[in-house]
């Protein structure tokens, strides 16, 4: 949903650590989701997607996990590194209605990595 | 290359004035929209256009106008009735009505001045 109003929750971890960032998603009729980094300053980057139709991705040192019974996405990063710090936003892509194509962004986490 | 450009990137506006945001794409994207991004916040939804002529309010949709005369391109024009108007705008793309991930520009910092 949206973060109208709300600071971004923050996540620290150590340099070599596994990273799990959550996220509650409110569309059950969602059926694609998409993880995105952004960096300070700069537009929010593809990091890895999953569909409805599945409820596990792995991507290179990334896996997206959706849990569609509790509306529920989360991002692991593994062996997280300095230039992981960031912020991860997720998003779906309503479907069905009016909502369809039209993106929709989680509240988003900021991650610290330290070395 | 294909992609999403926003220009400029940085623009100071002057109380009263209204301005106006670039954002063109070259992907044959059907869909585009603008976000807005406070410091420390997520993106709340501004307008969006799933077609050409056509576009619908976001969340946070006044004080802003849109047009899409065009398909590869989608200007947001911030008016003198945003009274908040300092903050990040990111525009971005989708293919329309396809489960693909949206491509970002890079953003335009506004700053009333």
């Known amino acids: 949903g949206e973060s109208v109003g709300l600071h971004l929750p923050t996540l620290s971890v150590q340099e070599g650590d596994n990273s799990i960032i959550n996220c509650a998603y409110s569309?059950?009729?969602?059926?694609?989701f998409i993880w995105y980094k952004q960096e300070s300053g700069k537009g929010p980057q593809f990091i890895i997607d999953?569909?409805?139709?599945?409820d596990k991705r792995q991507g290179q040192r990334v896996t997206v996990l959706l849990n569609k019974t509790v509306k529920h996405l989360s991002l692991q990063i593994a062996a997280t590194q300095p230039g992981d710090s960031a912020v991860y936003f997720c998003?779906?892509?309503?479907?069905?209605?009016?909502?369809?194509?039209?993106?929709?962004f989680g509240q988003g986490t900021i991650l610290t990595v330290h070395p | 290359d294909g992609g999403i450009t926003q220009s400029p990137k940085y623009l100071f506006r002057k109380e009263g004035q209204n301005v106006t945001l670039s954002c063109e794409q070259n992907?044959?994207?059907?869909?585009m929209y603008w976000y807005r991004q406070d410091p420390g916040q997520g993106l709340r939804l501004i307008y969006y256009?799933?077609?050409?002529?056509?576009?619908q309010k976001g969340d946070i949709a006044e004080g802003y106008s849109v047009s899409r005369e065009k398909k590869e391109s989608f200007p947001l024009t911030v008016t003198s009735a945003q009274k908040n108007p300092t903050a990040f705008y990111l525009c971005?793309?989708?293919?329309?009505?396809?489960?693909?991930?949206?491509?970002f520009g890079q953003g335009t910092r506004l700053t009333v001045v």
């Open positions: 971005a793309s989708t293919l329309k009505g396809g489960a693909t991930e949206a491509f």
């Open positions: 569309n059950s009729a969602s059926d694609y």
């Open positions: 999953i569909r409805s139709n599945m």
């Open positions: 998003a779906e892509n309503g479907a069905g209605g009016t909502s369809y194509g039209k993106l929709t």
């Open positions: 992907l044959n994207h059907d869909a």
């Open positions: 256009s799933q077609i050409v002529n056509d576009f």
